[in-house]
């Protein structure tokens, strides 16, 4: 436990750090990959929300866009890439670490914190 | 709770709903198990050995009977599939896609498994090999789909194999097949679309109902079918009473009556004379009924319960062939078992 309170705060990615972009990735992560009406339907939100954070997780690589064409209507198609697994694994993984911080009893807001550490690195 | 851990616990949730996204489709569940049910509703009816007389025949039939019906099946709801996803604008995640493949295999090996039931014999379980698979299919589906889907799936399998441990008649698997298809594919996406996201209590009741909606209809036939096999309301006839081949009657066999078993061999290594006989006697009286002097299937043991000979109460199973030198004479002895089932049934 010594160790753990010792070492330095985990750091979370700011882009990952908002709970709709979370669950985006973690939902293609499950399913492999998914219609824009697909992941409005599961995560219950409007078009332009889900649209925006598509935006910015298609302008960090993490998820990218296939169309296909089969049959008679195109589909836009939208697919986690790898660097998008590693950093969802990764989120995952520092969450885990701030969750055994706090279970040690560290009175700071872990969030906040760990975001405010990762900017300054 | 800490944000952190709402945080984890809604990655989860996502990951899960990723995961657990594969379902069948309305048009699937209705085809397969509207395909299903005629074709085991239907089959004993017309693949028989009076419109295929020979084993070959009848095997290769039914091959082409079942290939046709799950084979159009198969490419009638693949096209509805893609058609129905499209239009909703949704993809078929790669878990179904995999999952319809495994699918397939299981209806596949139903068929080829139907086919060599023929030459290998065990078609007395045929049924609930297929009540079996069906469930395995389910199971497999269950696996990504709804827990419902997971629990009917198992529902499935334990209803197949507990009608084989419990000795249920060939009769009633066969409408209990037909049921599982029919009512049971339909049902099990009718009861997963509303309760399939409901807490625990919600989940078994909905299984129970499935149970009960599944199990009732072929239960009924069953019984409807042994209540309408009774015998004519007359006094049994011997066997040189005057009168016994015109309209319906009852013969009476008295005990120690001789009855010939004649065989119908079919071998590509012996051969045997049609009328060659082997010599059995009765242990209990048996009445059956004749109309216009031949049995139609109806009899009943020691003045018990009538049963129709379709009901597969009464069957011949050799279950062990043991070849012998007899005084330097060659032999093969058959052990069968006649009657098996009537005994488990009507013993006290």
Redesign the interface.
């Known amino acids: 436990m010594s160790d753990i309170l010792h070492s330095p705060l985990p750091s979370l990615d700011p882009l990952l750090h908002q709970p709709i972009r979370t669950q985006i990735v973690a939902y293609l992560s499950g399913r492999g990959e998914a219609t824009f009406s697909e992941m409005k339907r599961a995560l219950e939100i409007t078009d332009g929300n889900l649209g925006a954070h598509l935006n910015k997780l298609t302008e960090a690589s993490f998820v990218e866009t296939r169309n296909t064409t089969e049959g008679a209507r195109a589909q836009t198609v939208f697919v986690l890439t790898e660097s998008g697994r590693n950093a969802l694994n990764h989120y995952v993984t520092q969450l885990s670490k701030l969750m055994q911080l706090s279970a040690t009893g560290q009175t700071l807001s872990i969030t906040t914190a760990s975001l405010n550490l990762k900017e300054s690195l | 709770m ?4 709402q ?2 616990q ?3 949730a ?6 657990r ?1 594969v379902h069948l489709e309305k048009h699937s569940l209705l085809l397969i198990g509207g395909v299903g049910g005629l074709i085991a509703a239907m089959t004993e009816y017309l693949i028989t050995a009076d419109y295929f007389p020979d084993t070959t025949q009848q095997a290769v039939a039914l091959l082409v009977w079942l290939s046709f019906w799950l084979g159009g099946m198969a490419i009638v709801d693949f096209k509805l599939t ?2 129905a996803r ?6 078929l ?3 179904q896609a995999q999952m319809t493949r495994a699918w397939w295999m299981l209806l596949s090996m139903g068929t080829l498994g139907s086919f060599a039931m023929f030459f290998y014999g065990g078609g007395g379980m045929i049924y609930a090999l297929w009540i079996v698979l069906l469930g395995l299919g389910i199971y497999l589906f269950g696996l990504f789909s709804r827990l419902l889907v997971e629990w009917i799936g198992l529902a499935t399998i334990l209803l197949g194999v507990t009608g084989l441990a419990a000795g249920l008649p060939y009769g009633a698997t066969h409408w209990l097949a037909a049921s599982c298809f029919a009512i049971g594919m339909p049902l099990a996406g009718w009861l997963s679309a509303r309760y399939g996201n409901t807490g625990l209590t919600g989940r078994v009741l909905a299984l129970l109902c499935w149970i009960t909606l599944v199990v009732a209809p072929p239960l009924l036939i069953t019984q409807a079918k042994w209540a309408a096999a009774s015998g004519p309301d007359t006094s049994p006839l011997s066997l040189k009473a005057p009168g016994l081949r015109q309209g319906e009657k009852v013969l009476r066999l008295a005990p120690d009556t001789p009855i010939a078993l004649r065989l119908d061999l079919e071998s590509p290594v012996l051969t045997a004379d049609p009328q060659a006989t082997l010599l059995m006697k009765l242990t209990s009286p048996l009445d059956v009924v004749l109309v216009d002097g031949k049995p139609d299937g109806r009899y009943r043991i020691a003045e018990g319960e009538w049963h129709a000979i379709g009901e597969g109460v009464l069957d011949l199973m050799i279950d062990r062939v043991t070849p012998q030198l007899e005084n330097d004479t060659p032999a093969v002895r058959a052990h069968a078992i006649f009657g098996k089932k009537f005994i488990q049934k009507e013993a006290p």
């Open positions: 800490t944000e952190t851990h945080q984890l809604s990655i989860h996502m990951l899960a709903a990723g995961h996204s893609h058609r499209q239009q909703r604008d949704e993809t995640p790669f878990a």
